[in-house]
Nanobody, 123 residues
Framework: VQLQASGGGLVQAGGSLTLSCAFTGSSFSSYALGWFRQAPGREREFVASIRRAGIETASYSHPVKDRFWISRDNAKNMVYLQMNSLKPEDTADYYC????????????????RGQGTQVTVSS
């Protein structure tokens, strides 16, 4: 399995960005997917997760709840993170994650992760 994240950039506070992550490999539908982030000097932090195809329940960390939206496209093997009302404290490298065990995604210790895509929110 390989994950390729994209879509990061510089945005003003209050703005929006959508991150994308392409999954390459087999059995995409059986994987829980998610995003976590890491800011300089800070620990890795869970952001959002979505359960495997057919269930697709989403969960969010408290700091992003009601601002971020995770979705998956099972036909395209993609996972997305729509980020709205961005704040300077959202500045971090964002990583997409995949694991057949949901909890591993939630604790930001997945079997597979993509390279980071940088998000910078200016005040």
């Amino acid at each position: 399995v390989q994950l390729q994240a994209s879509g990061g950039g510089l945005v003003q506070a209050g703005g929006s960005l959508t991150l994308s992550c392409a999954f390459t490999g087999s059995s995409f539908s059986s994987y829980a997917l998610g995003w976590f982030r890491q800011a300089p000097g800070r620990e890795r932090e869970f952001v959002a997760s979505i359960r495997r195809a057919g269930i697709e329940t989403a969960s969010y960390s408290h700091p992003v709840k009601d601002r971020f939206w995770i979705s998956r496209d099972n036909a395209k093997n993609m996972v997305y993170l729509q980020m709205n009302s961005l704040k300077p404290e959202d500045t971090a490298d964002y990583y997409c994650a995949a694991d057949q065990i949901l909890n591993n995604v939630i604790v930001a210790a997945p079997a597979y992760r993509g390279q980071g895509t940088q998000v910078t929110v200016s005040s």
